[in-house]
Nanobody, 118 residues
Framework: QVQLVESGGGLVQPGGSLRLSCAASGFTFSIYVMSWYRQAPGKERELAASISGAGSSTNYADSVKGRFTISRDNAKNTVYLQMNSLKPEDTAVYYC???????????WGQGTQVTVSS
């Protein structure tokens, strides 16, 4: 049974930091590209960051570049998103996504709420 379980969301003040985690199970984690997407109220879901299976390649949305860092630990089947210098516009539900490197197979987590507010 495939599972992606996000954790680490919450309420933080502007300028603060949060670290999201996504624990994966039920598939061969190391051959999946892992991504963090986010969806703010009334907006479409958008890519925040992604990382290759081996962790050697990363990609970031311009809006988070320099503030967010994606990483993964294939021994723990977990992907992380370190978020620094958070802004109110970072408020969203953050979703973890796994995409097979070759086949058309995709899994999503249930999401974790991040709220940036004073």
């Amino acid at each position: 049974q495939v599972q992606l379980v996000e954790s680490g969301g919450g309420l933080v003040q502007p300028g603060g930091s949060l670290r999201l985690s996504c624990a994966a199970s039920g598939f061969t984690f190391s051959i999946y590209v892992m991504s963090w997407y986010r969806q703010a109220p009334g907006k479409e879901r958008e890519l925040a960051a992604s990382i290759s299976g081996a962790g050697s390649s990363t990609n970031y949305a311009d809006s988070v570049k320099g503030r967010f860092t994606i990483s993964r630990d294939n021994a723990k089947n977990t992907v992380y998103l370190q978020m620094n210098s958070l802004k109110p516009e970072d408020t969203a539900v953050y979703y973890c996504k796994a995409r097979h490197a070759i086949r058309d197979v995709t899994y999503w987590g249930q999401g974790t709420q991040v709220t940036v507010s004073s």
